[in-house]
């Protein structure tokens, strides 16, 4: 056409195209969630600049469902383990699967010829009978995660120097950060008998009752609290009850425990028996607790339900276990972790990052390094502040951002789920034992009790 250029084709500007392709095939295999080994080889490399920008996304399935049903003509049946099937499937993906025996050995056009069911967590009974199809109907839910930083975190493994972070673009569920917490913790076996506590009011303890503050609380149990047991208040509660005779404990033999070894113990005024010491006390945390926890929970990342939850892969009614002295059963113990479920091949290239997390006063103040391989970003993660809570800033919430400095301000590069959904950050607000702090609606920061249901969950991962 008139006018129009033509370069010739050369070697040099034919390998150019060539390589153009192949990078083109690479990034859609990667963001598409088949070439999730191959996007890692390339971070690795130290050459994801040439393959995705800040903001890009990736596509992630997460298997929601599963059954089994079986087509025979004799006397086939058979069941499906869902965690050994998600642990061992290859690029997991809403559909069929349909395993087919041809007389010596169960056949899948995805999976391979010959399989073992059992690898896949499919049991059988009775006979099987040529042309017999077991099939596994899988549910997904399709998790966009954007690229949102550089090298801006630390792999735990010291030979890996280049990382990359994707998050979860929107909230996954709503979660609470911790649960509300036992009071005291049997560091050593408490016989039965009477007991002595004292409710000290620190100037950072903002929900003790002033008709309870620096009182003494006596209480006598008849059953012995073994070490490592618990009392949680079960009556009353300190921000609300006006008088330590309208509160009452329960005793638990070990840390979380549903079990009842007493209930309804009494409390008074009074010195009588053992002292425990103060309550709100940081010097004394390994025994007594902060009141404010018993309300709200804890705002310690490491302890965290929230860490737990995320880093585990585990069906429903089994993830937890208490990590804290004071830990209580997360209410969402009832569902699965958040990792069950996750296709396998994206799992498998995710690497633990050495975390660090500033601690609440109440837990020294101090900043403790985690080994997560999955995470919420703290306030300087979210550009919140330029590094003083924990780490660098991330770069999609610098680059993307409506402000020109960092600060707590509305920013809509930080607004989940349409605008309609606050979520958490993993950082503590300081004065505060049991709130932690958060991002608005609007993007902007704010904090709450740690124990509320209500919370958006934003994971992070690092691939290195």
Known sequence: ??????????????????????????????????????????????????????????????????????????????????????????????????????????????????????????????????????????????????????DKVTPHNPA???????????????????????????????????????????????????????KDVQFTTTVNIPAGGQLVVTTGDFRNSTSVASLKLTSYGSRGSTTPL???????????????????????????????????????????????????????????????????????YDSPSWMFGIEKDFLDVLQEVDLPTTQNWFDGGQKVVTHDKWFIPSNSQVWFDNGASDDLPWDYYVLFSDNASAGGGADSNRIKTGGDQWWWTRTPYGSYSGHECTVRTDGSWDDCNASHASGGVAPACCIA
């Open 262 to 332: 007493e209930e309804n113990i009494a409390c008074a005024e009074g010195t009588s028996g053992t002292d425990l010491g103060r309550a709100n006390d940081a010097a004394n945390n390994t025994k007594i607790n902060s009141t404010d926890r018993t309300l709200y929970g804890s705002n310690n990342w490491k302890e965290s339900a929230l860490r737990l939850w995320l880093n585990t892969n585990k069906p429903a009614n089994s993830w937890w276990t208490a990590q804290g002295r004071f830990d209580r059963r997360s209410p969402g």
């Open 160 to 214: 890996l120097t280049h990382s990359c972070v994707f998050q979860l673009k929107n909230i996954y569920r709503k979660f609470n950060f911790d649960a509300p917490e036992a009071i005291i913790y049997a560091s050593a076996a408490m016989p039965a008998g009477t007991y002595h506590f004292n409710l000290y009011k620190p100037g950072n303890i903002y929900y003790l009752n002033e008709n309870l503050q620096n």
């Open 1 to 150: 056409m008139a006018g129009d250029y033509v370069f010739p084709l050369t070697e040099e500007t034919g390998k150019d195209m060539a390589d153009g392709i192949h990078k083109i095939a690479e990034v859609l295999g990667a963001k598409d969630g088949l070439s999730f080994k191959r996007l890692q080889e390339i971070i690795r490399a130290g050459r994801i600049d040439e393959y995705m920008a800040i903001g890009d996304e990736i596509e992630v399935e997460k298997e929601t469902g599963l059954s089994i049903s079986v087509h025979t003509t004799g006397s086939l049946t058979a069941t499906i383990n869902e965690a050994t099937w998600d642990g061992h499937v290859e690029h997991l993906h809403h559909g069929v699967y349909e395993f087919t025996y041809d007389g010596y050995g169960w056949n899948n056009s995805e999976l391979g010829d010959g399989l073992d069911l059992a690898y896949y967590g499919i049991s059988t009974s009775g006979t099987a009978a040529a042309d017999d199809v077991i099939s596994v109907t899988v549910s997904t839910a399709t998790l966009v995660f954007q690229y949102v930083a550089k």
